[in-house]
């Protein structure tokens, strides 16, 4: 498998090399490059993943080099690195589309996990994008979904809704397909030659939702040095698809209500209605009219959008679908690794019917993917996919299984056993939030609020 590159650009020798030493040692290729010019020029003799990008150099600024780098590989990934005193500066670079930030002294524990949840997303996006093309053909969509009565039902469901306009709530588990089901709505609407733009809104600093949602005029804020369009305008005719919107705040579920019912958006700093005509498509992990009740998220907004709703089961309870995504995900590493791994052994497809999943589709797309790299035959054996001990979907030795209190609903012993779990994942990581938002497959966003309103 290709090493994934990393160009560090800075103008501090000794930065560049002891920065080098750690992301080396972390099994990255490096590259350097003390300007913002040999910067450029290197991205197009290298073509790395991810640029970390000091925000002063001594030819240009951080915004300016990026700008130039995007040019070259417009889905190059860039992490800014700032002073304290330059943080505001970092996170106008955010809303220029660099992917995040970290300030000098930084941990080097939470710069790798920014870097690995950098390029994860990356290769997601990526992987959704090689998707994308291939949903046109039904069967491929059944394969990959599975053939469980459960999932044909939803593939009717989304045969049904998909030609109309109306709005659909996609609820399910992280990992579920919710993002897949979404294109497969928009591939067979009558918007499907118009764009499918996403948001994730877990991902969104709050500062720069409204920019983002709504775009912007030159002189809107410090550093808006042009007009941008937002994500209305740029999915103009075509499908919005609001992932994770239990996240938005107050006000922009305010705003966002607004548009829904007008059908139009003003800039930061403009004064020009514009009128917009976008499907909206939105996803949950969590339960929205439960996310209502809570006072986390606007009723009037919930009804408006509630539509038509889809519920993604997660993996386990559609256990007969198992076997089928286990054969499409090792053909595709096949393609993908040059290899021709043909085979599961029996005591490797027990240990996959027996694993708890729960990170679902996603995880276990990852699991057989790292499995046909590691294979050293033409058999998937039980060491090649797991490296721990392999938690029960019974739950029999689990520390978390416990009586259940019989006084209590179905969503206090979920969020009972969701305290459980998250507890453990903070001390497994020494009280390290980022970290154990890495262990338990959560956008830290969504870990901190989490945390938040369960007082931990």
Same mark, same amino acid.
């Given at each position: 498998?290709?090493?994934?590159?990393?160009?560090?650009v800075?103008?501090?020798?000794d930065?560049?090399?002891?920065?080098?030493?750690i992301?080396t040692?972390?099994?990255?290729?490096?590259?350097?490059? !003390?300007?913002?010019?040999?910067? /450029?020029?290197?991205v197009?003799r290298?073509a =790395?993943?991810?640029?970390?990008?000091?925000?002063?150099?001594p030819?240009?600024d951080? @915004?300016?080099?990026f700008?130039?780098?995007?040019?070259?590989?417009r889905?190059l @990934?860039? @992490?800014?690195?700032?002073?304290?005193?330059?943080?505001?500066?970092? %996170?106008?670079?955010?809303?220029?589309?660099?992917?995040?930030y970290?300030?000098k002294?930084?941990?080097?524990?939470?710069?790798i996990?920014i +870097?690995?949840?950098?390029?994860e997303?990356?290769?997601?996006?990526?992987?959704?994008?090689?998707?994308?093309?291939?949903?046109?053909?039904?069967?491929?969509?059944?394969d990959?979904?599975g053939? !469980? =009565?459960?999932?044909q039902?939803?593939?009717?469901?989304v045969?049904?809704?998909?030609?109309?306009?109306?709005?659909?709530v996609?609820?399910? &588990?992280?990992?579920t397909?919710?993002?897949?089901?979404?294109?497969r709505?928009?591939?067979?609407?009558r918007?499907?030659d118009?764009p499918? %733009? &996403?948001?994730?809104?877990?991902?969104?600093?709050?500062?720069?939702m409204?920019?983002?949602? *709504?775009g912007?005029e030159?002189?809107? *804020?410090?550093g808006?040095?042009? $007009?941008?369009d937002?994500?209305?305008?740029?999915?103009?005719?075509?499908?919005?698809?609001l992932?994770? /919107?239990?996240?938005?705040?107050?006000?922009?579920?305010?705003?966002?209500?607004?548009v829904l019912?007008?059908?139009?958006?003003?800039?930061?700093?403009?004064?020009?209605?514009?009128?917009?005509?976008v499907r +909206?498509?939105?996803?949950?992990?969590?339960?929205?009219?439960e996310?209502? $009740?809570?006072?986390r998220?606007?009723?009037?907004?919930f009804?408006?959008?509630?539509? *038509?709703? #889809?519920?993604l089961?997660?993996?386990?309870e559609?256990?007969?679908d198992i076997? %089928?995504?286990?054969?499409y995900f090792?053909e595709?590493?096949?393609?993908e690794?040059?290899?021709? %791994?043909?085979?599961f052994?029996?005591?490797?497809?027990k240990?996959i019917?027996?694993?708890?999943? =729960?990170?679902?589709?996603?995880?276990?797309m990852n /699991? +057989?993917?790292r499995a046909?790299?590691?294979?050293?035959?033409?058999? +998937?054996?039980?060491?090649?996919? *797991?490296?721990?001990?392999?938690?029960?979907?019974?739950?029999?030795?689990?520390?978390?299984?416990?009586p259940?209190?019989k006084?209590? !609903?179905?969503?206090? #012993?979920?969020?009972?056993?969701?305290?459980?779990?998250?507890?453990?994942?903070?001390?497994? &990581?020494?009280?390290?939030k980022?970290?154990?938002a890495?262990?338990?497959?959560?956008n830290?966003?969504?870990?901190?609020?989490?945390?938040? !309103?369960m007082?931990?």
């Amino acid at each position: 498998m290709k090493m994934e590159t990393i160009l560090i650009v800075d103008d501090d020798q000794d930065f560049r090399f002891n920065l080098s030493t750690i992301l080396t040692g972390a099994g990255y290729e490096v590259r350097t490059a !003390s300007t913002g010019h040999q910067a /450029i020029k290197d991205v197009a003799r290298c073509a =790395p993943s991810l640029a970390l990008l000091d925000f002063r150099l001594p030819d240009m600024d951080g @915004i300016k080099v990026f700008e130039g780098m995007r040019k070259i590989d417009r889905d190059l @990934i860039a @992490i800014m690195v700032t002073g304290y005193g330059d943080v505001k500066g970092a %996170v106008l670079a955010m809303k220029m589309g660099v992917h995040d930030y970290i300030a000098k002294p930084f941990d080097e524990e939470e710069l790798i996990l920014i +870097i690995q949840k950098a390029l994860e997303t990356r290769s997601l996006s990526q992987e959704v994008e090689r998707l994308r093309t291939r949903l046109g053909e039904s069967r491929d969509v059944e394969d990959f979904m599975g053939k !469980s =009565p459960r999932i044909q039902q939803i593939l009717k469901q989304v045969e049904i809704i998909a030609p109309t306009n109306m709005t659909v709530v996609l609820q399910g &588990a992280s990992g579920t397909g919710k993002e897949l089901i979404a294109r497969r709505i928009h591939y067979l609407s009558r918007r499907r030659d118009r764009p499918f %733009v &996403a948001v994730d809104c877990g991902a969104l600093p709050e500062t720069l939702m409204e920019s983002e949602f *709504f775009g912007y005029e030159k002189g809107a *804020f410090t550093g808006a040095d042009g $007009r941008k369009d937002g994500r209305f305008e740029q999915a103009q005719g075509g499908t919005l698809f609001l992932d994770e /919107i239990a996240n938005l705040s107050e006000a922009i579920q305010m705003k966002l209500l607004r548009v829904l019912q007008e059908r139009k958006v003003r800039h930061l700093g403009g004064q020009k209605e514009i009128n917009v005509d976008v499907r +909206i498509l939105v996803a949950s992990n969590f339960l929205l009219s439960e996310q209502v $009740r809570l006072g986390r998220f606007r009723e009037d907004l919930f009804h408006r959008l509630n539509e *038509f709703q #889809i519920a993604l089961p997660r993996l386990t309870e559609r256990m007969e679908d198992i076997p %089928v995504l286990a054969k499409y995900f090792r053909e595709g590493a096949n393609r993908e690794f040059h290899k021709d %791994v043909k085979h599961f052994s029996p005591e490797a497809m027990k240990g996959i019917l027996h694993y708890a999943w =729960p990170g679902n589709v996603r995880e276990f797309m990852n /699991i +057989i993917r790292r499995a046909v790299l590691l294979a050293d035959s033409d058999t +998937i054996e039980l060491d090649q996919l *797991f490296m721990n001990p392999i938690p029960s979907t019974s739950g029999a030795n689990d520390e978390t299984a416990k009586p259940l209190d019989k006084g209590a !609903s179905f969503e206090e #012993i979920t969020r009972n056993f969701e305290m459980d779990v998250i507890r453990k994942a903070l001390k497994e &990581a020494g009280g390290k939030k980022a970290k154990a938002a890495e262990l338990l497959k959560l956008n830290k966003k969504t870990l901190y609020r989490k945390l938040k !309103s369960m007082n931990i």
